[in-house]
Every structure is written in structure tokens, then in C-alpha cells.
């Protein structure tokens, strides 16, 4: 069986976004932890938050641009819900 070359570069590319945003959630995440503990300056706040945004919307130009929506990078993990949680 031989697969669509459109259905495999739509799919490879909902993968790779799929990633790029996992590891962006983490990434915000490890920085709101960072942020409420007070181990950052003011400084350093402003400055994750600029660039937390920044990440945000090149995600959302990303996905755009692929013609992927957000919810599309959300994989179902069958028994164990999805890969990204949804409480955004």
C-alpha cells in the first residue's frame, strides 16, 4: 500500500508542530514555576513573558502557514487522553 505524498507531508508536518508545541508548553510551564518561586529578577519576568509570547504566535503562524489548526496537534492517546492537556 502506498501512501499519498500530500497525506504524508500533511501528517509529517502535524507531527513535527505536534513536538514544537509540547516542548513550547513545557518550556512555559517550567517558567511559571520559575517565576512563582521568585527565582527570577523582574527583568528576567519581562523577558520570558516577551518571549513566551513571541513562541505563541510563531506557533500560531506555523500552523497557518501548514494549514494545521491548533486542535489538530492534540494526538489522542487512546486510554490515556491526549498528548496535550486541554485546559487552555
Known sequence: MRAAPDTVERD???????????????VERQCVRRMEQGD???EQVEALGVTLIR???AMNDLCERFEVSPA????????????LPTDR
Open 55 to 57: 513562541l505563541e504566535e
Open 40 to 42: 527570577l529578577s523582574d
Open 12 to 26: 509529517l508536518t502535524r507531527l513535527v508542530l505536534t513536538l514544537v508545541e509540547l516542548v513550547r508548553r513545557l
Open 72 to 83: 489538530d496537534l492534540n494526538l489522542d492517546l487512546g486510554p490515556l487522553g491526549t498528548l
